[in-house]
């Protein structure tokens, strides 16, 4: 006779995280389709712990400072904001809160269909995947004014009329391909279709397991990373040996 099945492992209780990741603000509008999530803290957080250790690195002919501050001008020019002196600025003169951590999401279901069960994948064999990103924002209208800004200047872009798309509360602007939205201080762009996943998330976030008791943060304001999906890691390690110098 056979024997009887081992009987379930009982359950672990886990002590509750001690902190939240801040990336989980912006994780929770995770859309349905995305396979991939990147998270970022705040970008001025990020760079308060990169220049002091840039300097440290750098070679003594390199002035981090001074390259900085060239990189910085460059950007505010080009931005219309001349007076700023931190990338910090220059995003809040655009509507952009760089205080607040951010999200990009990714779908590439267009290359899962045309690399199909292919062993060997170059990188020509990929199509580029559907994005979409989340910001927090200081100003919705400079964040908006930015955004129709560049729409104005893309070539595929320029002159299409916008179409309000409805998604419960939240009204897209949609431009064939592409849309976006601002709603709870946040904006969010790219991809229509993950765009449209994104709006239904505000009204009902992604659960997730990142940053609970089975999967704590290691720090509040740590980058995080988020796969999902077996075609998209089968995608990836096929893909790697393409990267290989």
């Given amino acids: 006779a056979e024997a009887p099945p081992a009987p379930p492992a009982p359950a672990v209780d886990r002590p509750a995280p001690a902190f939240t990741p801040v990336v989980g603000d912006v994780l929770q509008y995770l859309p349905d389709n995305a396979q991939l999530a990147i998270g ?15 300097k440290r690195v750098a070679p003594p002919e390199l002035d981090i400072e001074k390259e900085y501050e060239n990189i910085i001008r460059d950007l505010a020019r080009d931005a219309d904001v001349p007076d700023a002196k931190t990338l910090g600025e220059i995003a809040a003169a655009k509507g952009v809160d760089l205080d607040a951590p951010l999200a990009v999401f990714a779908d590439f279901n267009a290359s899962f269909k045309k690399v199909g069960d292919k062993t060997e994948i170059d990188l020509d064999d990929l199509e580029p995947p559907a994005i979409a990103g989340v910001l927090c924002l200081k100003d919705a209208a400079k ?10 200047l893309s ?12 998604v419960g509360d939240i009204a897209i602007q949609a431009y064939d391909a592409y849309g976006y939205f601002i709603a709870d201080n946040k904006i969010a762009l790219g991809s229509l279709d993950l765009v449209k996943q994104v709006a239904e998330r505000f009204a009902n ?23 999902r ?17």
């Fill in 40 to 54: 970022l803290p705040p970008i001025n957080g990020i760079l308060d712990k990169a220049l002091p250790f840039a």
């Fill in 155 to 166: 070539p595929d872009l320029s002159g299409v009329t916008a179409e309000s798309v409805s």
């Fill in 143 to 152: 964040a908006e004014a930015t955004v129709k800004e560049l729409i104005s």
């Fill in 229 to 245: 999906g077996k075609q998209f890691v089968s995608l990836l390690k096929r893909v790697l040996p393409a990267f290989d110098m």
């Fill in 205 to 227: 976030p992604a659960s997730l397991k990142y940053g609970t008791a089975d999967c704590p943060a290691t720090a509040p304001d740590e980058a995080a990373i988020l796969m």
